[in-house]
């Protein structure tokens, strides 16, 4: 199985990751091999002055880098040697069995759409976000800003992809889906979450248990949280200004310290035929390694597969 | 002036609404008049039991009550004698100027909409509530979670009414307002969003200063935020629960502590022709003494005129 690294995404590549990479080496990573997309001589540099054992390393050249803030599908159509555009071209020749970066967000997704496309039956691939809960857990939300409007369909798609991925890669047994709502009653909501809590009620894929309200985003009532990805970017990022809000209030807490999103390194694409893991701009060596080891266990217990047999017995 | 008050509505009535009654009256609410609707004897025996002195009080007799469970329009129209309905029926007459409650929420909102109804020209009334900031001040959010699907112009028209209680009540001189959205360029957002942008930075009774995101809701940066009401309603339930989560971590802090919303009392209904506060059911004394101030505010500050004149300018 092979890894492919984008060497140049993040606010602190090269590197970060590969510091990443060192972490997920000593962990034991010796079934993976790893394609590192980036500055070659800078990268080799930086694998020499790590110590980085190079048997399952291959180091391939990108000539271009497509900066954060530039236009997403602009750029991934002009810089084809750019570390993003290269990335998607070996996963999508199959070069590469997943893909990992920390770079532009925006050219991440349009590459996933359009280089890679959806699993088949999937309108609309989603990307999820971890919530840290008091229990140690971490809670999955679906959409966490792909998908501003959203079709009630949709949101059934986001919580069966959601579900499978806290099954597999989260160890829930059957993830308990809540579909996040101003009530707890059905028939609460607005037309999008009126429409969408029968469709998970009915669907047999899901565990479903009902409309959560905000106040049970960070408890653990549900292991899956479905919303549309307005709903789920502005509640993830309240969720995130949590942890600067207590780091200035000068409080040490275990909980609380899980609120850095920093650690979790990246989110997965969810519903696209290959794994793709965008990770955050300020994504640190831990960051790099956490991404790095959710893409081999998407690999490992072939995520991807289970998905595709899922939307397969659905036609 | 006379402000009523539901005697009955909370978790903590009658016995609570009496304290904040007392809490109200020693802080010199000599020139106005209160009308406590409830159950007679209670009332009386509590306002005795607390030395309230009953120059300025009169006591109205409400045989029903609208139980915080009942289905809010079936109970109005089957319940004329409840408290809740005689409240509403004062004001409709003139004979109270503001009308409290801690009661059924939906009761009080059909109440508000149907026997006292909208500002002309005010398409959907809303409802707004506070969210504590590290400064000490309160922003205000609108819409908290009456409207759950919104129209681009009910949205502008959340943020001109949330615009004038944060001047006059809340104390900013032009207070910032900013739409919560996914991301702070124009041009961002879902649908609504996108289309709300464009008619807040023309309406020249707003200090429109864009775009806020999840991360900016507990920080200073807008005074007012306006989303739908479904959104509102996720935000301020999961920022109720910010309070709960460092309670139970054992963290004291101050700026924490005012994220305990039972202390804010009520928020009142924008956009009706006369002003109504629904409060909180666990509301406590200081909640109760805190929508008389805010209700004898809006009256002193002629606020609802002041609201008119802003709509009939608009037409």
Chains 1, 2 share one sequence.
Do not use: W
């Not at 966490?144 to 989260?170: R, V």
């Not at 009902?210 to 899956?224: C, F, Q, S, T």
């Amino acid at each position: 199985m092979n890894i492919a690294l984008d060497m140049m995404g993040g606010d602190y590549a090269p590197l970060e990751a590969v510091k990443g990479i060192s972490l997920f080496l000593a962990e034991g990573g010796s079934n993976i091999s790893l394609t590192l997309i980036g500055d070659e001589a800078k990268v080799n540099e930086l694998l020499l002055a790590n110590a980085i054992p190079l048997e399952n390393i291959v180091v391939l050249h990108a000539a271009q880098f497509i900066d954060m803030h530039e236009h997403p599908t602009k750029a991934l159509r002009e810089k084809q040697q750019s570390s993003i555009a290269i990335g998607f071209s070996l996963l999508a020749a199959g070069k590469t069995d997943a893909f990992i970066s920390a770079g532009n967000t925006g050219a991440m997704m349009v590459g996933a759409l359009f280089s890679i496309k959806a699993i088949e039956g999937v309108t609309r691939p989603t990307i999820g976000a971890y919530i840290p809960r008091e229990n140690g857990t971490l809670g999955l939300l679906v959409d966490a800003g792909i998908n501003a409007d959203c079709k009630p369909e949709n949101l059934t798609q986001f919580a069966i992809l959601g579900s499978l991925y806290a099954e597999h890669i989260l160890g829930y047994k059957t993830p308990k889906v809540g579909l996040i709502n101003l009530g707890e009653e059905e028939g609460k909501g607005n037309l999008l979450a009126q429409a969408a809590y029968p469709l998970l009620k009915e669907n047999k894929h899901l565990n479903f248990i009902g409309n959560i309200e905000g106040r049970d985003i960070l408890l653990d009532k549900a292991d899956v949280m479905v919303c549309d990805g307005f709903t789920g970017n502005v509640v993830l990022k309240m969720a995130e200004s949590i942890y600067d809000l207590v780091q200035r209030r000068g409080i040490q807490d275990e909980h609380f310290d899980r609120f850095n999103f920093e650690v979790y390194g990246g989110v997965p694409v969810l519903g696209v035929a290959k794994p793709v893991i965008i990770g955050h701009g300020i994504s640190k060596g831990i960051a790099f390694k956490n991404m790095i080891s959710i893409a081999r266990q998407m690999l490992e217990k072939n995520l991807l597969q289970k998905m595709k047999d899922v939307f397969e017995q659905k036609k």
